[in-house]
């Protein structure tokens, strides 16, 4: 991904920065990741399984945001819901075909995201919290009040379509495939992002702003372009879970979904490439074995944040990359 | 001939000798019985509507019959996507035959999509929303116990003829508060009442004070709460609190079940007028089924939305028995084929557009002095006969009803 | 006589009415302020801490016999000392880390206790009412007050202008606001910084207790109540300036009266316009109408 962002004076120091070769173990746990979702859809049930895709691909795009720019954002969901919302309407009212309903909910929240980031990125740490769920209700009772969401109701009967005009997609194992497909493919955008002269800027300034500063690059457009990023992704995810189970509603943009990402990341691991795949799947696995039991998920998520936050703070993969003593 | 004859007499020997179960699925008729197990809604179906179902099934003799069924529970959360995920799981992976009872009319909505989409069944109890026999209608589904027009119709019209001609609304901001609010609004003014004030309150709400101020302004002479459950209930206490009964206005509750008057008590919720298709006490039939469910259900005494579960399960089997199978569109319209009678709702009906026809009744909360003990809340002000309880058919816009 | 078609005399209902609201804003508020203001600590537990006031207040009832008058003192030193037993356990280890984690920790605490209580009580609400002293109401003219609504307005007011008064003024908060400033420097002076700090989470948390209480009479006693309360209080705290006590008084009693007015005009939008406005407000003066730059 190449860098636009000028810097303010001449610094040499960019062209230096090459782009770190992909690790070979990153590279096998990549292979590992995509040969175990291949074989998956046929032992375990797929809706389930494309559930945790969607996550997954949201907790990687909000990963992005936390674990290499440092700023936690409360207010997500709104861009996992109105891309739902958007793509939902587009296959359902407008007859568009998935594919350009998944693109047009992206594109929905790749706006927002640019709106609300030019808004809030120059706050930081709480605020920056405070000031991302602030936009994130104000969507909701947008998503709320605007007659075609549908309110409580949500947008009901969206139809899955026909992918190209040849798969068709109300087939549960050709929906997989494209659900896994589009995972893999936000997977890498975050994945290069991160790996790439880019990446190493953010990384800068998460460790030493003022420096970063110093040096002569302007953090705010690095953050901005990260939170773009960030929001379009999830829109992605929200896209196509809302094809998938051809339904968006006003969970999508609750402010509740929002602690949910943050859940997933922190489990998974913060900073890490394949924690939060991990952690998705972990959460939405425990959801679904304890969602008969009521307010005992309640209690288990809770649970979870507080002894991760304690002493668990790297996470799942984050600890197997300690043990490892590789990045994961 | 003769061999062609025989062959065929085999062929048709055989074939009946192929026992019923053979055509139901998996030899199992698996019941799901889906609502909200620990929120709002919980105490007015939740796990009272699986008691219920069960007591329907041993009722039935399903044992006797050698019919094998199965109950399964879900706690939908009131949220049209873990409801929708629930009903997939459940026809696809589970087996389930019929879903029953769902809250929640987004809810209902979107599991009647996905029953459509399976060819399975769903039969709605506690779930409002009269789309369900109109413009949503299916072949695969039937609107159990009670619905937004028949509370309008029975509410709006019996408190306007009684009076109460000057209305003030208090609604729901969401679709439920909305359509409840548009039904009784229609009804009210149909019988020569007026609607001098609305106000939409976020839902939920816990604080009514300022709507409630603004109720008062209005001078209206009923006050109709076009919401439920907690809303209802906040809204009630609140008015308490407030003087709205004393200053001489009267609540209509457009949705209030018995356990919702419970919760309030009868000091808070006397004098308040509502609609529903059960109670506990109307006859000896209902009488001897609520002692039964009250024993199995910490003393309680069933909801109109539990009744009906036991009411439509009841049905559902026998339907299944009748026609050897539980493919789903098949025994719906076995059901409507069928007519209905239990101890729940007496003798009725399931029309062509889904909907399951049976007296309304229009109920006052007694004063604390006229109430003998725990759950003897109401008495009855007036009957509406099945035929004219429920919206009419060549209204509803379904399209299963030829014009 | 009308403004915006509404009559003057509805519009002073609404604006009491506000007031009372205010009253919870500002004294929850309050409590988060103090939490953070001394000790950089985000408190997102303050909401079930809340919801626990009223349930200690609802199980003195029902299990002691307990009124409403011993309750404003039991159920804050009940789950004040709750608040000291997790700070003492879990809140220390996590000084010396980005203030962030603080917040995902009290978050996962106030999902635990919410998760506990709803799985014992459900969602519905319990009842507890009034005391007989306070029941009742005045007829003011303009609209009919119940005489609780106005107690709750005049002891919060109390309440919060003697926390200021003791923080802004006295010796002991003048130990407090030093300790926040230099812990090092005032622990030398042999002030036992790490319990001041621990006390005041305390304090901090019995506050929202205390709110709890004067809530139970007038909402449902549930586990819920203090779930979506919170992002509210946080939006308040916000607005006025993370760190200032005058300023979450004033902005909770402010912000109140705003959604009161809200109410009236386009009440759909009520529980919106705390997050648009502190949108705005975070926009112009990032540190919020009264604070220190953070």
């Known amino acids: 991904m190449s860098v636009t962002a000028k810097p303010v004076v001449a610094a040499p120091a960019r062209d230096a920065i090459a782009a770190p070769a992909v690790a070979p173990h990153q590279l096998a746990a990549f292979v590992v990741m995509v040969v175990v979702l291949i074989a998956a859809p046929f032992f375990v049930y797929p809706v389930f399984l494309m559930k945790a895709l969607c996550f997954a691909l949201f907790a990687c795009a909000f990963n992005l945001l936390i674990g290499y720019v440092g700023l936690l954002s409360f207010g997500h969901a709104a861009f996992l819901g109105s891309a739902g919302y958007a793509s939902a309407h587009a296959a359902k009212v407008w007859g568009f075909p998935p594919e350009l309903a998944i693109v047009f909910g992206t594109l929905t929240a790749g706006v927002l995201g640019a709106l609300i980031g030019a808004l809030t990125i120059r706050s930081r740490g709480i605020y920056f919290a405070n000031i991302t769920l602030a936009f994130a209700q104000m969507i909701f009772f947008f998503s709320l009040q605007a007659k075609f969401t549908g309110g409580e109701d949500g947008i009901q009967a969206v139809p899955r379509g026909t992918l190209l005009g040849v798969f068709d997609l109300r087939q549960t194992y050709t929906m997989y495939f494209v659900v896994l497909a589009v995972f893999l493919l936000g997977f890498l955008v975050v994945y290069r992002s991160i790996h790439s002269p880019f990446g190493q800027v953010l990384k800068a300034i998460r460790e030493n702003e003022p420096r970063t500063t110093s040096l002569g690059y302007r953090p705010e457009h690095y953050k901005l372009i990260a939170f773009v990023i960030s929001a379009t992704l999830s829109g992605t995810a929200g896209a196509t879970k809302a094809i998938v189970f051809q339904l968006a509603s006003l969970t999508d943009v609750h402010w509740t979904m929002s602690g949910e990402v943050v859940l997933m990341t922190l489990l998974g691991g913060m900073g890490t490439v394949f924690g939060p795949v991990v952690g998705a799947f972990l959460v939405i696995s425990l959801e679904h074995y304890l969602a008969q039991l009521g307010s005992w998920l309640t209690i288990a998520q809770g649970l979870i944040f507080v002894v991760c936050v304690l002493t668990f703070r790297r996470g799942a993969i984050g600890e197997l990359g300690r043990l490892l003593r590789k990045p994961l | 001939m003769t061999a062609t004859r025989v062959l065929v007499l085999a062929a048709a020997l055989l074939a009946a000798a192929v026992p019923a179960h053979a055509q139901i699925s998996d030899g199992v008729i698996k019941i799901g019985i889906m609502n909200d197990q620990s929120g709002t809604y919980a105490d007015l179906a939740g796990p009272g509507s699986v008691v219920a179902a069960r007591m329907a099934i041993e009722d039935f003799g399903a044992a006797k019959k050698n019919m094998k069924v199965e109950v399964l529970v879900a706690d939908h959360q009131n949220k049209p996507d873990v409801g929708s995920s629930i009903a997939r799981q459940w026809f696809d992976a589970d087996h389930v035959d019929v879903i029953v009872d769902v809250p929640t009319s987004s809810v209902v909505l979107a599991v009647n999509q996905i029953a459509r989409e399976k060819n399975k069944a769903l039969i709605v109890s506690t779930g409002a929303t009269s789309d369900l026999t109109g413009p949503q209608c299916s072949p695969n589904a039937i609107h159990w116990t009670y619905d937004t027009w028949s509370l309008a119709n029975g509410t709006g019209s019996a408190v306007v003829k009684t009076g109460g001609d000057t209305w003030f609304f208090l609604t729901a901001d969401y679709k439920?508060?909305?359509?409840?609010?548009?039904?009784?609004?229609?009804?009210?003014?149909?019988?020569?009442?007026?609607?001098?004030?609305?106000?939409?309150?976020?839902?939920?709400?816990?604080?009514?004070?300022?709507?409630?101020?603004?109720?008062?302004?209005?001078?209206?002479?009923?006050?109709g709460l076009a919401n439920a459950g907690a809303d209802t209930t906040n809204a009630i206490k609140q008015g308490a609190e407030f003087g709205i009964v004393k200053g001489g206005q009267q609540f209509a509750g457009l949705l209030v079940f018995l356990t919702d008057v419970h919760a309030l008590g009868l000091e808070k919720a006397q004098g308040l007028l509502l609609t529903e298709s059960f109670y506990w006490d109307l006859n000896d039939r209902t009488r001897a089924f609520s002692t039964k469910f009250a024993e199995r259900h910490r003393q309680a005494r069933p909801t109109m939305a539990q009744a009906g579960v036991y009411s439509a399960v009841l049905h559902y089997l026998k339907a299944v028995e009748a026609l050897k199978s539980d493919d789903g569109p098949k025994v719906i319209a076995k059901m409507k084929e069928l007519p209905t009678d239990d101890p729940v709702f007496g003798k009725g009906s399931v029309r062509a557009?889904?909907?399951?026809?049976?007296?309304?009744?229009?109920?006052?909360?007694?004063?604390?002095?006229?109430?003998?003990?725990p759950w003897d809340y109401y008495k009855v002000r007036a009957t509406i006969p099945a035929e004219q309880a429920f919206r009419p058919m060549d209204q509803g816009n379904c399209p299963l009803v030829k014009k | 006589m009308t403004v915006f078609g509404i009559p003057t005399q509805a519009l002073f209902g609404q604006l009491l009415i506000g007031l009372i609201n205010g009253a919870f804003y500002a004294m929850l508020s309050l409590g988060l302020s103090v939490i953070f203001g001394l000790l950089n600590i985000i408190n997102f537990a303050h909401g079930a801490q809340y919801m626990m006031g009223a349930f200690v207040a609802y199980f003195a009832l029902q299990w002691a016999g307990l009124g409403y008058w011993p309750s404003l003192l039991i159920a804050p030193v009940v789950v004040g000392l709750f608040g000291v037993l997790l700070e003492r356990t879990m809140l220390k280890r996590l000084y010396h880390l980005d203030h962030l984690y603080g917040l995902l920790l009290t978050f996962g605490v106030a999902l635990v206790v919410q998760g506990v209580f709803r799985n014992e009580f459900g969602s519905s609400g319990l009842p507890y009412t009034a005391p007989p002293q306070l029941t009742g109401g005045y007829n003011l003219g303009f609209m009919f007050l119940p005489t609780y609504r106005g107690w709750v307005v005049v002891f919060s007011l109390v309440v919060c202008l003697g926390t200021w008064y003791v923080i802004e003024r006295t010796k002991l908060g003048a130990y407090l606001r030093a300790a926040t400033e230099n812990p090092t420097l005032v622990q030398a002076f042999g002030i036992n910084v790490p319990r001041m700090i621990t006390l005041t989470y305390g304090f901090g948390v019995a506050l929202a207790a205390l709110a709890g209480v004067l809530a139970a009479p007038i909402y449902q006693v549930n586990p819920l109540m203090g779930a979506d309360l919170i992002i509210v209080v946080f939006a308040v705290v916000v607005i006025g300036g993370l760190g200032s006590i005058l300023g979450s008084i004033v902005t909770g009693f402010g912000l109140g009266v705003i959604e009161g007015f809200t109410k009236v005009f386009y009440p759909e939008a009520s529980n919106i316009v705390i997050f648009v406005i502190m949108a705005l407000v975070l926009l112009v003066r990032p540190s919020g109408l009264f604070g220190r730059t953070a």
């Open chain 2, 353 to 373: 557009d889904g909907r399951k026809i049976h007296p309304m009744y229009l109920f006052e909360v007694k004063k604390p002095s006229e109430s003998k003990g």
């Open chain 2, 176 to 223: 439920f508060g909305h359509d409840l609010e548009r039904d009784t609004e229609a009804v009210v003014v149909k019988n020569g009442g007026k609607v001098v004030g609305k106000v939409r309150h976020p839902f939920p709400t816990a604080d009514f004070s300022s709507f409630l101020l603004q109720a008062q302004a209005s001078k209206a002479k009923v006050i």
